[in-house]
């Protein structure tokens, strides 16, 4: 890489900025689209069950039981409706009208108040096992606030267990599943800039002429990144604001090392978009080659839905080379946890060795000689 | 510095696996030519400018451009050169002003520099719409212009122009060959590629290709001259040619080249005594007429040539 000049790098970076700046489309699928999607995903991506259809049969219908049904409705997890006999609990769940069933038997009230141990049956539609599973786990927190609003000592258990969710203490779904779409969102768009960019330059031609001037390849892909890790960051900046400001997400950790990951990541992402431009010398393909190669390993492998830690060992293996991966342990551990470099060394190493590797394979691929 | 020739070309070839798409050319161009490459679309015209651009390796052979070689992987060279490639102009979407500042940005002109360059250029081009006119709403014409400035503003010795004007209008073309001879009026050395004759016959000298091979080399009148050392006649026979007369032509040891040209032919003889014993027979209601030669029947008869 000897004799890179700053100042024809710097030319071609003022290029782009002109290109960008002429195209409103650049600027408002960077800027705008980032922030769209994220509000559209943070409404309707909620991983939180809230509003459920809950048939009630309560044959006892004592004050013991009215307050029963009224924890689980000012829970605001269930809107319960009265049904007239067990089995039409169980049709409502047969025809999906109910997701829950709770079934009060006479007596309860008497065993309450009486000190014993009152049973009620609640039934689950386990059709969707995380909705399900989500219930269940509603469960013990609404009959301990029943039991105590009946005055009742909560029977002990023999190991006192107590949980308690650090970072997320309501296990709101938006606070994970936000920042996550943020690294998804900005790894595609980068690698869709450059290879779009690059792309153009051997299409119509110019990079023909580019290289006919004593520009060198690595002051072509200097000045083609930089304006776009600039525009990333205004892009990613936004949507911080709109996670913070529109959806509560806290942001715990450094924003100085949020922004040194962001970078890191950026960098990968446009490299690779390079070297996807530099493959196919199309637009048409280059984008195509983009979408499949930026969207799908990290909606899928990165951690974004499913955990890494599950997947296959093929799977988990194959996660390391991708660079969505160790930053979406970055953005996560930053915004969520207030996690430091020191505990985020791993990903930090792991995402600056894939970004290393990718320039200098765009590098490595942008042959000076131009093939007929 | 002067003495070096513009190009000092060697036994230049490329391969691109087994296909050659330029085979062992060789020639010298002087300074203040205007140096025309001529042939069909993929007689290896644009592969050879890039040769000697530095913008492709050659298999074998030598080059200098400008006095130097490519032994600095052509670093030197880029400097010397103005290159105009095929396709492309200029960006559309930037405006005039700012394609000549990132073409300054390139070649890293000092700002006053590069502003001198620009107006001397718009002189020469005669260009007068504002900076800030884009280049989308250009003409065609005035885009090429414009390219050509671009590609000058370094103030190159040697431009190379790869079919500069492929898609601009007839008066355009004319214009813009005028603008060549402008250039090289400056001292500069201009190698244009081309496939139209009549614009062939405004350079210097011209390398006429096929199939990446050099068939001929010289001045429109020395290829002439040299196709066709006798005379050739046009002849119209104001109606269907008669056959019988066409088939004994063709027999004709003194015939070099009998082509249609429309509704008329050309016939080429070894030399006027041929021409007269050849043409005795010729019917009454045709008419002869003594032409010279145009390069498009050198090409014909050249090509042709080398096909029979």
């Known amino acids: ?372 | 510095m002067t003495a070096a020739p513009a190009l000092e070309v060697k036994g230049l070839s490329i391969k691109f696996g087994d296909f050659t798409a330029v085979d062992d050319v060789s020639f010298t161009v002087e300074r203040g030519e205007i140096f025309g490459f001529l042939g069909a679309n993929g007689a290896g015209k644009t592969t050879t400018i890039r040769m000697l651009c530095g913008l492709l390796v050659p298999t074998s052979g030598s080059a200098t451009v400008g006095g130097l070689d490519f032994s600095d992987g052509g670093k030197g060279i880029k400097g010397k050169v103005g290159y105009m490639s095929q396709k492309f102009t200029l960006y559309t979407d930037l405006t005039v002003g700012e394609n000549l500042d990132f073409a300054a940005g390139l070649r890293k002109l000092e700002p006053a520099y590069a502003m001198r360059r620009r107006k001397e250029l718009f002189e020469l081009i005669a260009f007068d719409s504002p900076l800030s006119t884009m280049v989308s709403s250009l003409p065609g014409g005035v885009k090429q212009e414009l390219s050509l400035a671009a590609a000058m503003l370094h103030d190159p010795e040697i431009v190379f122009l790869d079919e500069p004007t492929a898609g601009v209008s007839p008066a355009s073309r004319a214009r813009f060959w005028a603008l060549i001879r402008k250039v090289t009026a400056l001292g500069k050395t201009v190698i244009v590629t081309t496939h139209y004759m009549d614009e062939a016959e405004q350079c210097g000298r011209i390398a006429l290709m096929r199939t990446g091979k050099l068939i001929a080399l010289g001045s429109p009148d020395e290829l002439k001259a040299s196709a066709f050392p006798g005379p050739m006649a046009e002849l119209d026979f104001n109606g269907p040619a008669p056959e019988g007369f066409l088939e004994s032509l063709k027999k004709n040891q003194g015939l070099l080249e009998l082509s249609p040209q429309g509704m008329r032919w050309h016939a080429a003889f070894r030399d006027k005594a041929a021409m007269d014993a050849a043409l005795s027979s010729l019917p009454a209601a045709a008419a002869r007429t003594l032409i010279k030669p145009s390069l498009e029947d050198v090409f014909i008869r050249l090509v042709e040539g080398i096909e029979r």
């Open chain 1, 1 to 372: 890489m000897t004799g890179f000049n700053l100042h024809r790098a710097a030319a071609v970076a003022r290029k782009e900025v002109m290109h960008i700046l002429r195209d409103p489309f650049t600027l408002v699928l960077v800027l705008g689209l980032p922030v769209v999607l994220v509000v559209f995903f943070g409404f309707a991506i909620d991983f939180d069950v809230k509003n459920l259809a809950l048939g009630v049969y309560d044959r006892d219908n004592t004050r013991h039981s009215r307050q029963l049904v009224s924890v689980f409705e000012s829970s605001g997890y269930f809107l319960p409706g009265a049904v007239d006999s067990p089995a039409a609990a169980v049709r409502g769940l047969d025809s999906g009208r109910y997701s829950a069933a709770l079934l009060v038997e006479p007596g309860f009230g008497r065993e309450v108040g009486g000190g014993g141990r009152p049973r009620v049956q609640f039934i689950v539609d386990g059709t969707d096992n995380s909705k399900a599973q989500a219930v269940l786990g509603y469960l013990p927190g609404l009959t301990g606030a029943a039991l105590r609003k009946f005055g009742a000592t909560v029977p002990a258990d023999p190991v006192p267990l107590k949980t308690r969710f650090m970072y997320n203490p309501e296990l709101n779904s938006r606070w994970f599943v936000i920042p996550g779409l943020a690294v998804i969102i900005i790894g595609l768009l980068s690698i869709l800039m450059t290879a779009l960019t690059v792309a153009r330059e051997w299409e119509n031609g110019s990079m023909e002429l580019l290289l006919s001037t004593p520009l060198r390849p690595a002051e072509i892909i200097a000045g083609k990144i930089a304006p776009y890790v600039g525009l990333i960051l205004a892009g990613v900046f936004f949507v911080n604001l709109v996670a913070r400001f529109g959806f509560g997400v806290p942001f715990r950790g450094s924003y100085l090392l949020f922004l040194g990951g962001t970078v890191l990541f950026a960098l990968a992402s446009l490299s690779q978009g390079i070297v996807i431009s530099v493959v196919t010398r199309q637009q048409q393909l280059a984008m195509q080659l983009s979408m499949i190669s930026g969207l799908l390993p990290s909606l899928l492998l990165s951690g974004f839905i499913f955990p890494v830690e599950s997947m296959p060992a093929f799977f988990r293996y194959f996660t390391m080379i991708l660079s969505p991966r160790w930053f979406m342990e970055i953005a996560r551990g930053v915004t969520i946890r207030g996690a430091g470099a020191a505990d985020l060394a791993l990903p930090l190493a792991a995402l600056a060795g894939l970004c290393a590797l990718l320039l200098t394979a765009a590098f490595k691929k942008f042959k000076t000689d131009l093939e007929p």
